[in-house]
């Protein structure tokens, strides 16, 4: 069974400008999330979704951050402008139960954000 | 909101030894997670905890709930090297709302 998919596995970006990152989680799973860890804290859940609605996106910066789940499968993540304090890791994770089902989820990779 | 506290943050232990981490949660939660993440990768699950005075093992780790004292430990016996790790625990808040730890970074000396 493949995995959690994530692109790109870096990005190095200047402040003000726009990134995107992409996931593709594991075939069948029906809840996506997308997490912000910064260098020596733990994963922050920003926004989560069942199929292709938001479950919860309460602690999204919504004036900057923006994500979106097409037809239930991939999911993007985009920040625009990007600031110094996004520097992170961005963790996706998929589950094959609905939210909050008490079973664990599957991260993919991340993908490491620099902004200079 | 809900918070949830690990201690220790840092752990060095020598091979061979018995330690046990300790995850606190500031509100009711039925449910709690371990995973653990190498330096430069992502996060591996390790166990879920679904019910007051669940108990799980997997080699040399046992993690167990106490959800009336709103705590979990993570026991670690007869540590090796390949633990070295950091452990993360993380509970739901509300319906939805996975919380995390802050992390206990674990390195095992020879």
């Known amino acids: 069974e493949a995995g959690v998919a994530q692109s790109p596995r870096y990005k190095i970006i200047e402040k003000r400008q726009s990134v995107a990152f992409w996931c593709n989680p594991i075939?069948?799973?029906?809840?996506l999330y997308w997490y912000q860890q910064i260098l020596g804290q733990g994963p922050k859940l920003l926004i989560q979704f069942q199929n292709n609605g938001v479950v919860d996106d309460s602690q999204l910066p919504k004036d900057r951050f923006s994500a979106e789940r097409l037809k239930g499968v991939d999911s993007t993540l985009k920040i625009q402008p990007a600031k110094l304090e996004d520097s992170a890791v961005y963790l996706c994770a998929s589950s094959p139960y609905p939210a909050g089902g008490g079973e664990t989820q599957y991260f993919g990779p991340g993908t490491r954000l620099l902004v200079l | 909101e809900l918070k949830v506290e690990q201690n220790p943050l840092f752990l060095s232990m020598q091979e061979g030894k018995n330690y046990t981490i300790y995850c606190n949660y500031s509100?009711?939660?039925?449910?709690l997670y371990w995973y653990r993440q190498d330096p430069g990768k992502s996060l591996e699950s390790l166990f879920v905890?679904?019910?007051?005075?669940a108990v799980k093992q997997e080699g040399r780790l046992m993690a167990s709930l106490d959800t009336k004292a709103r705590l979990s430990t993570l026991h670690i016996t007869a540590a090796v090297h390949d633990l070295s790790a950091t452990y993360f625990c993380a509970v739901i808040s509300g319906t939805y709302k996975y919380i995390f730890g802050t992390g206990t970074r674990l390195k095992v000396l020879a």
């Open positions: 509100t009711t939660s039925d449910r």
């Open positions: 075939s069948g799973h029906a809840t």
């Open positions: 905890l679904l019910s007051n005075g």
